[in-house]
């Protein structure tokens, strides 16, 4: 198999992007993961929402085996990766305002709970309209998203906000407005997205430290194993059963 250049470009540019958010924003996740721990020791819940592509980092913490039982996708129908047809659908939706508020009062979330909104511009309405109306309903807010884009883009929203401007903490993801990589001759436009991978990594690291802290509270955190190892589903069955009034991925 011949070596493809850009193929190891990529994952270069991914690593020194990893390596940024290790090094500039490993004080911005201990408060965030501080913010969890705080909530799960309170009895509180735990909620995470992000729209389009920024869903899927979102989505990785959930019903995750090595991850926190506790955390819950806050979906807003339409909007949750490209599950629409059009898929350009849900970039619409993003920018319709009253969506969030809608979504928050009619799901379990209250004050005193934790929502992670992960958004790569933080620019468009519905995660502004998410971190804000939670804010206003008492919760506490943690951000991960693209610093740059509120430097270098214009707010979509009525306010003039971004994300970033509604949160408890925010954590900087690096990512450089367009979210391409990498460039080459014969290709036309930039290409090589990077914001899912460090975005993942970012909620990784968020549910670790999170674990971490609360070990070090001397509580043992509600995490979930693998179904494909033994003793796995029995493990995962007692742990839903004990935190089942703060699990909603569960129910219809």
């Known amino acids: ?21 290790r090094d500039e924003e490993e004080h911005h996740v201990g408060e965030a993961a501080a913010l969890i721990a705080d909530t799960v020791e309170a009895g509180g819940r735990l909620f995470v929402f992000g729209a389009g592509h920024s869903s899927l980092a979102a989505q990785d913490v959930v019903y995750r085996a090595g991850g926190l039982a506790l955390m819950n996708l806050l979906a807003v129908p339409g909007a949750v990766g490209v599950d629409v047809m059009p898929a350009t659908l849900g970039s619409a939706l993003e920018r319709v305002d009253g969506l969030a508020g809608a979504v928050l009062d009619t799901s379990p979330a209250q004050p005193g709970d934790v929502l992670v909104v992960v958004s790569l511009s933080g620019r468009n309405a519905l995660p502004v309209e998410m971190a804000m109306n939670a804010r206003a309903l008492g919760l506490k807010v943690v951000g991960v998203t693209s610093l740059a884009y509120a430097e270098q883009t214009k707010s979509r929203h009525g306010s003039g906000t971004f994300l970033k401007d509604h949160c408890d903490v925010v954590i900087d993801t690096k990512i450089a407005p367009g979210d391409a990589e990498l460039s080459a001759e014969g290709v036309s436009a930039p290409f090589g997205p990077a914001s899912t991978v460090v975005s993942a990594a970012v909620m990784q690291s968020l549910v670790a430290a999170a674990a971490g802290e609360l070990a070090a509270r001397g509580i043992d955190p509600p995490m979930l194993r693998s179904g494909n190892v033994d003793g796995g589903h029995e493990w995962n069955g007692r742990v839903l059963e004990e935190y089942g009034d703060r699990i909603f991925f569960r129910h219809g």
Do not use: H, Y
């Open 1 to 21: 198999m011949s070596e493809s250049k850009p193929a190891r470009q990529f994952l270069d540019a991914a690593i020194g992007l990893l390596q940024r958010v």
